[in-house]
C-alpha cells in the first residue's frame, strides 16, 4: 500500500477501506508516514469528508493504536461522560460523585484544560492534596469499594490521536466533524467504559458553534459507540453563556460543593440531572429517565452525594475539609467589582470572551506549558434575561493583581444590558440514534 494513493483516493471523494485507514494510523503512529502526507489526508478528509463506517474504523484503529484500558474487574456497567467543554463547565465535579452515590460505578479518566479555566484535573488539583495519578490496580480497588475514582488519562492512551491532533492543530484541519468525532470516541473507546453519555455544547462558549454543526458531531458520536459496540447517546446543551456562575479553579470546586449542598445555579444542577439519568439509565440502575432523576434527587437531598465527594477527595489523597471549609482552598488576594453602566436586562453574555478574561487573569492556559492559579476567576452575578440597575455588581473578580483594566475592558464589552433579554434554553436536543 502506498500513502500517496490513499491520498489521491480521499481526495477524489472515495471510501477508504478498514485495512486502509488501518494501515494509515498504524504507519503514521510509528514514524513511517511523514506530517507532509498525512497533512495532505488531512485535508483531504475536511473538504470530503467521511462516511460513518470510515469514521468508526478511523475511530478504533486510533483507539487501538496505544494502550486500551480493562476495566472488567470492576463490578457493574462502567458509565464515561464527556463534554466538548465550554465556560464554567464544573459538571464532572458533581456528577462523579451524585451517580455513584446511586451505585453507579464512575472509573473517569479525564484531560487538562487548554483555554479558559483548567480542565477537571486542574479543578480537582486545586483541591490541596489531591492526587490524580493512581496505580491501575489502586484505581480498580478504589471504584469497587466506592464507586468513584477521577484520575489523568495514561500518556499511551490513543498516541495516534495525540499525533493527529498536534497536526490538525497547525494545518487548519480541526473543524472537521469526522476528525473531531474519532479524536473524542477514540479516547472514550481506549479508556474502557461499558456505556457513554455525550454533552456537546453549542454557542459562542463552545467549540461547534452553530446548532446543526453540534446535532451532525452528537448523531455522528452515537453512531461510532453503537458501531464500537458501546452504548451511547448525547446531549446538545447551550453554551452561549456560562454554566454556573463560577469560572475558575478553586471558585468552581466552591460551586459544586454548593450544587452538592443543594444551593447550587439551577442551570447548573439541571444539566447534572439531566446528564446523570442518563448515566444511571445506562447502567441499569434505573428502567427509566423519571425513576433515575428521582433516584438522583434522594441522593442530593439526603446528603449521600456530598458524603460520596467527602469520600472520593479521601481515598485520592486530598483534604476532605474543604468540603465543610472551603476557605481551605487557595484565595485570590483581590475581590474586584464590575458594576452595571446602565440599567435593564441582561441580553448577551459572550461566553468564550468572559472565558478569556478568566485566563487573562490566570484561570486558564494558553499553552500546555502554563502554569494555572487556582484562586483566580469570575463569579456571575447576573445571566441572561436578570434585571440589572446600573451601580450593581454584574459579576465579581477574583484576581491576585490589583489592575485589572484590561480585563474589566473585555468584560464591559462582552456583556449586554438592553431591554429585552430572554433566558436561552438549556438543552436543545436529546439523541440517542
Known amino acids: 500500500m502506498r500513502m500517496v494513493d490513499l491520498i489521491e483516493k480521499k481526495r477524489d471523494g472515495h471510501v477508504l477501506s478498514k485495512e486502509e485507514i488501518d494501515f494509515i494510523i498504524k504507519e503514521y503512529t510509528n514514524g513511517t508516514i511523514p506530517d507532509y502526507q498525512m497533512s495532505a489526508l488531512l485535508m483531504a478528509i475536511f473538504y470530503q469528508d467521511m462516511t460513518d463506517e470510515e469514521i468508526t474504523n478511523l475511530t478504533l484503529a486510533m483507539a ?30 458533581i456528577l462523579a460523585p451524585l451517580v455513584a452515590s446511586v451505585g453507579v460505578p464512575v472509573a473517569k479518566m479525564s484531560g487538562r484544560g487548554l483555554g479558559f479555566t483548567g480542565g477537571t484535573l486542574d479543578k480537582l488539583e486545586a483541591i490541596p492534596g489531591f492526587k490524580i495519578e493512581l496505580s491501575d490496580e489502586k484505581f480498580t480497588e478504589i471504584v469497587n469499594e466506592s464507586q468513584v475514582a477521577v484520575i489523568g488519562q495514561s500518556s499511551e492512551l490513543a498516541p495516534a490521536d495525540k499525533k493527529l491532533y498536534a497536526l490538525r492543530d497547525v494545518t487548519a484541519t480541526v473543524n472537521s466533524i469526522p476528525l473531531i468525532a474519532s479524536s473524542i470516541m477514540s479516547k472514550k473507546i481506549a479508556a474502557g467504559a461499558d456505556a457513554i453519555v455525550l454533552d456537546v455544547t453549542t454557542g459562542d462558549g463552545a467549540f461547534m458553534k452553530n446548532l446543526e454543526d453540534a446535532r451532525r458531531l452528537a448523531h455522528t458520536m452515537v453512531r461510532i459507540g453503537k458501531l464500537a459496540n458501546r452504548q451511547t447517546m448525547a446531549i446538545v446543551s447551550d453554551m452561549s453563556q456560562p454554566l454556573g456562575e463560577a469560572i475558575g479553579n478553586s471558585l468552581e470546586v466552591v460551586e459544586a460543593i454548593e450544587t452538592l449542598q443543594g444551593k447550587g445555579p439551577e442551570d447548573l444542577l439541571e444539566m447534572c440531572y439531566v446528564l446523570g439519568s442518563q448515566m444511571v439509565v445506562l447502567a441499569e440502575k434505573a428502567a427509566t429517565l423519571e425513576e433515575a432523576r428521582s433516584m438522583l434527587e434522594e441522593a442530593l437531598h439526603s446528603g449521600k452525594a456530598l458524603e460520596k465527594f467527602k469520600e472520593m477527595i479521601r481515598n485520592q489523597g486530598g483534604d476532605e475539609q474543604v468540603v465543610d471549609h472551603p476557605e481551605r482552598l487557595l484565595t485570590a488576594k483581590y475581590e474586584i467589582e464590575l458594576p452595571a453602566q446602565t440599567s435593564g436586562v441582561v441580553t448577551k453574555l459572550v461566553a468564550n470572551e468572559i472565558g478569556i478574561a478568566a485566563m487573562m487573569l490566570g484561570a486558564g492556559r494558553q499553552t500546555k506549558e502554563d502554569s494555572i492559579d487556582y484562586a483566580v476567576g469570575l463569579k456571575l452575578h447576573k445571566k441572561i434575561g436578570d434585571q440589572v440597575a446600573e451601580g450593581e455588581s454584574l459579576l465579581t473578580i477574583y484576581s491576585n493583581k490589583e489592575a485589572v483594566e484590561d480585563v474589566k475592558k473585555l468584560l464591559y464589552a462582552n456583556i449586554e444590558i438592553g431591554e429585552n433579554g430572554e433566558e436561552p434554553p438549556l438543552i436543545h436536543d436529546i439523541i440517542t440514534e
Open 64 to 93: 487501538y493504536s496505544g494502550e486500551v484500558i480493562d476495566l472488567s474487574s470492576i463490578k457493574g456497567i462502567k458509565v464515561d461522560k464527556h463534554s466538548t467543554g465550554g465556560v464554567g463547565d464544573t459538571t464532572t465535579l
